[in-house]
């Protein structure tokens, strides 16, 4: 699946590929995996994501990624590896790209998320359950961008992180209030969206 934004400023240097990793183990059991001592070494891809990883690179739109980031979570480190692997590309790990931290909901069903999305909705700074604030989500990943906006030029940057993080960052870029980060469409497992 493909979404585009509007082109960013003329000043931005660069173009980013935004990924949501593919269907994972977390989704297929239903349970929050946000935290790294449940999520680096387990939860990786379900075999339903492998099959979507796959036909994303044997059906690849996009432009052709010069660098990957990604999380550090099982999940997005094998989503990463499927994409540099087609493009013979080295991939490096960003700890500031990993999951939203959902606090005291981790390994609980994911029936959690929309009680945590409504709070969000009433203040992007809550910290509800220990869950990690939409504003803090969205200074880590902004900071991301700005600094690969510092490092390079005319790089198309893939990113590959988690739907609650690119749902936060993609509202911010859009200048929306974050507390409507759940007003856009949500993104679809191995989805990507342009920018630029």
């Not at 000043?11 to 349970?31: F, K, P, V």
Request: charged letters at 20%; a negative charge.
């Amino acid at each position: 699946m493909s979404n585009t934004l509007p082109r960013p400023p003329a000043t931005w240097r660069n173009r980013y590929l935004l990924m949501r990793h593919g269907h994972s183990q977390a989704n297929q059991q239903g349970l929050i995996i946000s935290h790294p001592d449940s999520g680096l070494d387990a939860f990786g891809l379900s075999a339903l994501g492998q099959v979507q990883l796959d036909e994303v690179v044997a059906e690849w739109s996009w432009p052709a990624p010069t660098h990957i980031l990604h999380s550090d979570f099982l999940r997005t480190t094998e989503t990463a590896e499927w994409v540099a692997r087609h493009f013979g590309l080295a991939m490096a790990p960003e700890v500031r790209l990993r999951e939203r931290d959902f606090g005291s909901l981790e390994r609980q069903a994911d029936s959690h998320y929309p009680t945590v999305w409504a709070l969000d909705a009433e203040d992007p700074q809550h910290d509800e359950y220990g869950v990690e604030s939409v504003a803090s989500v969205a200074a880590r990943l902004q900071a991301v961008i700005a600094e690969l906006e510092e490092a390079h030029r005319d790089a198309t940057i893939l990113l590959v992180s988690h739907g609650d993080p690119l749902q936060i960052l993609l509202t911010a870029l859009e200048g929306r209030a974050l507390c409507r980060h759940r007003d856009r469409p949500a993104l679809t497992p191995a989805s990507i969206t342009t920018l630029g």
